[in-house]
Each structure stands twice: as structure tokens, then as C-alpha cells.
């Protein structure tokens, strides 16, 4: 979450609000950051391990053909 994200979740849109409005979706959108981040690195290790068995077979079979 950039600094901007930030400021968007605590700055009044108007005149009237009330703090704990304003802190509650600061919390909410750095949980929803969170999740993001966590499941975009879950996806990324999930294709690291792909390619990982991928050049394990490519390298299997080339030896069983020798």
C-alpha cells in the first residue's frame, strides 16, 4: 500500500465524520493489501515449482534417451 493509499483512507471526503470511520478503513484496506500480496506470492510460487518439475522431467527424459 503506497502513501497515497494511505492518505485516501484517512482523509474526509467531507466535512463531517467521525475518526474511527476513517481508521477502520485504513485497517480494512491494509488486510485487503495483505491478501493480495499474499496470494499473488502464492501464485508465483506455485509456477516456480511448475517449471521446476518441468526441467526436472525435460532433464529426465533426455537422460533416459542416452
Same mark, same amino acid.
Given at each position: 500500500?503506497?502513501?497515497?493509499?494511505?492518505?485516501?483512507?484517512?482523509?474526509?471526503?467531507?466535512?463531517?465524520?467521525?475518526?474511527?470511520?476513517?481508521? +477502520? !478503513?485504513?485497517? /480494512?484496506?491494509? #488486510?485487503? &493489501?495483505?491478501e493480495k500480496e499474499r496470494?499473488?506470492?502464492?501464485?508465483?510460487?506455485?509456477?516456480? +515449482? !511448475?517449471?521446476? /518439475?518441468?526441467? #526436472?522431467? &525435460?532433464?529426465?527424459?533426455?537422460?533416459?534417451?542416452?
Amino acid at each position: 500500500m503506497t502513501p497515497a493509499d494511505v492518505a485516501e483512507h484517512l482523509m474526509p471526503k467531507t466535512a463531517r465524520g467521525d475518526a474511527e470511520i476513517y481508521l +477502520e !478503513s485504513l485497517i /480494512k484496506g491494509l #488486510e485487503l &493489501a495483505k491478501e493480495k500480496e499474499r496470494l499473488k506470492a502464492m501464485e508465483e510460487g506455485k509456477e516456480k +515449482e !511448475s517449471s521446476a /518439475k518441468e526441467e #526436472e522431467i &525435460a532433464e529426465m527424459e533426455e537422460n533416459s534417451g542416452r
